[in-house]
T-cell receptor, first 113, second 114 residues
Framework: GAVVSQHPSWVICKSGTSVKIECRSL??????MFWYRQFPKQSLMLMAT?????????EQGVEKDKFLINHASLTLSTLTVTSAHPEDSSFYIC?????????FGSGTQLSVL | GESVGLHLPTLSVQEGDNSIINCAYS??????FIWYKQESGKGPQFIID?????DKRQGQRVTVLLNKTVKHLSLQIAATQPGDSAVYFC?????????????FGQGTTLQVKP
């Protein structure tokens, strides 16, 4: 079945810097990937839908200029948190949807100092 | 033991007992539902799913029940083990099946006492 690889697993950065998170579909060509965010002790919230070869679709309240999504190939989507601030510290998770199942990445814990 | 999902976020059970975790979903048009298990610092792990044309589905030690009339979903875990300790989320798929646009419930922490 499809396997999703997400990198890095955790990252610590200074406020104002940008951080890139990669999500790779290893066994499946994914035209669509999804990015979720999870704050401590809270549920997962959908941030955006990443579409291969076109612009991402953002959920209400998610700043597209702050959370840049690039889906340049069928196996890779990247989420860049630009000018990160402490309030962006969160667990970011990607997900790939195949015809039958949904597969999550292992998540990236972002800590902004 | 039984939780009311959104109002009782922690369920504590004795090892070997059966666990029931409840979830209320929001959209009567949702046609696909999934239960996930999440351990600390990890991504969600698929447990079991059910489509809206079914009211019950069984897996290994787990059963999902769907009541569309009251928009209620439950996860039953038989003979709960310490390794079952985690946070459990229900998710509803808004719109067509497998679109990936999942709306997650609040989550219930399951604590298994040895």
């Amino acid at each position: 079945g499809a396997v999703v690889s997400q990198h890095p697993s955790w990252v610590i950065c200074k406020s104002g810097t940008s951080v890139k998170i990669e999500c790779r579909s290893l066994d499946f060509q994914a035209t669509t990937m999804f990015w979720y965010r999870q704050f401590p002790k809270q549920s997962l919230m959908l941030m955006a839908t990443s579409n291969e070869g076109s612009k991402a679709t953002y959920e209400q309240g998610v700043e597209k200029d702050k959370f840049l999504i690039n889906h340049a190939s069928l196996t890779l989507s990247t989420l860049t948190v630009t000018s990160a601030h402490p309030e962006d510290s969160s667990f970011y998770i990607c997900m790939v949807a195949t015809n039958e199942k949904l597969f999550f990445g292992s998540g990236t814990q972002l800590s902004v100092l | 033991g039984e939780s009311v999902g959104l109002h009782l976020p922690t369920l504590s059970v004795q090892e070997g007992d059966n666990s029931i975790i409840n979830c209320a979903y929001s959209n009567s048009a949702s046609d696909y539902f999934i239960w996930y298990k999440q351990e600390s610092g990890k991504g969600p792990q698929f447990i079991i799913d059910i489509r809206s044309n079914m009211d019950k589905r069984q897996g290994q030690r787990v059963t999902v029940l769907l009541n569309k009339t009251v928009k209620h979903l439950s996860l039953q875990i038989a003979a709960t083990q310490p390794g079952d300790s985690a946070v459990y989320f229900c998710a509803e798929n808004m719109g067509s099946s497998n679109t990936g646009k999942l709306i997650f419930g609040q989550g219930t922490t399951l604590q298994v006492k040895p």
